[in-house]
């Protein structure tokens, strides 16, 4: 690695010939469960509700506890979390193109369910237990003719409109491993737990980056200034010939628009990851004083994208496009 690296402290650079144990310990300042298939984390946390919910009228009490059973298991991997989550539940509840997670607000939910069973009322739907409630409690009352009405409908009015995000795309393209997904969402947010964000709430003194240890460690030092995060995107640029100055994480490429969809597409999911690795790679120098090769790095992103791509895709693609992804194996 270039030497400008390994100033200060000294970090030992693997070049993968270790095995790597850490993983758990590594990512602890913002943990996720969601290293699963897209949507099954949401949809296991709407599903303990969700049904029940269409049969009784679930106090608010139990819908909150439910909601800190979901953001407890959401940042912690269990059912309990002291600590503060790095993002607010309100926000996890966005959909994801404003900037959220897609888990749905349970009490809205609650809401828009039992919005169902009034519109059936309104509209005097042919189910015997609405046509006894409008015989005997709503006889004499005049309705007019309404419009279907659709849960998410209902759910989404009571959320209210919000403006979308132009990162969400990149950040969920369905190339993307998950977890890489969860980690580049919380550093575009700006609620990883780097130094500068523990120093104001008292965590740390030594704000000097794990990395280099040449600049105070924060958003802006760790992706965009730190030598070894360039080195890592250097790396990238040599290997997936883009061309690219990075100095914010949404807006990083707006070239390569005459490259097929699929190679776009795989070319962004690799940035995603490369987010991923610098952020793995900064928890291991500081639980390990020691970091992976920038090219080691490449590989295994490349390698956890492809396969992504082999898992999820079903389709003929090009020659081309095959033998670009031969070349990104070699």
């Known amino acids: 690695m270039d030497s400008e690296v390994a100033k200060g402290k000294e970090i030992v650079v693997d070049d993968g010939g270790g095995s790597d ?10 943990q996720s469960s969601s290293d699963d298939e897209d949507g099954e984390t949401s949809g296991s946390m709407e599903a303990l509700h969700s049904y029940w919910s269409t049969i009784f009228l679930i106090p608010n009490g139990i819908m909150n506890k439910i909601d800190s059973i979901c953001r407890n298991f959401l940042w912690g991997g269990k059912d309990s979390y002291l600590r503060a989550p ?10 994801k193109a404003e900037g959220g997670l897609g888990i749905k607000n349970s009490k809205n939910w609650k809401k828009a369910l039992f919005g169902k069973y009034v519109w059936w009322i309104a509209s005097k739907k042919d189910h015997l237990w609405v046509k006894w409630i409008s015989h005997v ?23 209210g409109p919000s403006p979308k995000v132009s990162w969400w795309k990149i950040c969920w393209n369905t190339m993307n491993v998950p ?9 575009v947010l700006r609620r990883l737990l780097t130094k500068d964000r523990l120093n104001r709430m008292g965590g740390v003194s030594d704000l000097s980056c794990y990395l280099c240890h040449n600049n105070a460690e924060s958003h802006e030092n760790l992706f965009f200034y730190c030598p ?16 690219f100055n990075p100095r914010d994480l949404v807006n990083w490429n707006r070239r390569g628009r005459r490259n097929s969809i699929l190679v776009r597409r ?10 991923y690795h610098i952020w793995h ?3 291991k120098a500081r639980l390990y004083s020691k970091v992976t090769h920038p090219v080691i790095i490449l590989k295994q992103g490349i390698q956890a994208v492809c396969i992504r791509f082999r898992s999820r895709n079903t389709s003929a693609i090009t020659r081309g496009d095959e033998a670009w992804l031969q070349h990104l194996m070699q």
Not at 179 to 186: D, G, L, Q, T, V
Not at 266 to 275: D, G
């Open 21 to 30: 144990s850490c993983h758990e310990e590594e990512e602890e300042e913002v």
């Open 281 to 283: 790679e900064r928890n």
């Open 86 to 95: 790095a993002v607010s539940w309100d926000k996890c509840c966005a959909p």
């Open 137 to 159: 409690y709503l006889k004499n009352c005049w309705m007019g003719k309404q419009s279907d009405y659709t849960i998410i409908e209902g759910y989404n009015w009571l959320r």
């Open 266 to 275: 795989i070319t962004c999911a690799y940035y995603v990851q490369l987010v």
């Open 228 to 243: 070894f995060s360039n080195r890592c995107v250097q790396v990238m640029q040599q290997k997936l010939n883009v061309s």
């Open 179 to 187: 977890k890489a997904s969860f980690i580049y969402w919380a550093a």
